[in-house]
């Protein structure tokens, strides 16, 4: 089953009139010479560097049919367009520049952005060097706290066998041996 247009009535359709049109893509030309887009895509093209003025930039500033430009009634315009393409071919201060303040501007903060990474990054390999550290220092302390209660545990018994040596000897002592102390 085909599906059939919907007729539209001429008098529904909405036609510009040709001196609204012409004045559209007067104003656009003079916007694209003046590296002053309003399209959005336009701008961007601006940023990256990627504007060219040509007759399809033209027609999308201006808000226009891709089509419109096609007849003799706005050949002049045509003409217009591609002699303006010629003349910024030919005088470079008024071609589209590629570098722009906006784009130095990024690249300067891009830079900085890149040296407070690196700042960063060199932190963080501080912070971990200093983990590690830590982690070391918190196992040797654990090693001293169990030498030391090892240590304190030898201590107690010398000392448990010194006095039963002394013990011993005041016993020898008393049954008359010659014991020497010490």
């Known amino acids: ?72 009634t706005y050949a002049d315009l045509k003409e217009q367009i591609k002699n303006t393409k010629e003349e910024l071919a030919r005088n470079p201060k008024t071609k589209v520049k590629s570098v722009t303040q906006s784009q130095q501007t990024i690249k300067d903060l891009e830079q900085e952005l890149n040296v407070h990474v690196e700042q960063v990054k060199s932190h963080w390999v501080n912070v971990d060097r200093l983990e590690y550290e830590l982690r070391e220092l918190g196992r040797s302390t654990a090693r001293y706290k169990l030498d030391t209660e090892r240590y304190k545990t030898l201590l107690t018994e010398a000392k448990f066998s010194i006095s039963n040596l002394k013990a011993e000897i005041s016993e020898l002592k008393g049954q008359g041996s010659n014991v020497v102390e010490f």
């Open 1 to 72: 089953m085909a599906l059939r247009k919907k007729k539209i009535s001429p008098a529904k359709k909405l036609r510009r009139k040709p001196e609204v049109i012409r004045a559209q893509v007067l104003a656009a030309i003079e916007r694209l010479k003046n590296n002053a887009p309003e399209n959005t895509e336009l701008r961007a093209e601006l940023i990256r560097g990627k504007l060219r003025f040509n007759e399809g930039n033209v027609i999308i500033e201006s808000g226009v049919g891709r089509s419109t430009l096609n007849g003799p």
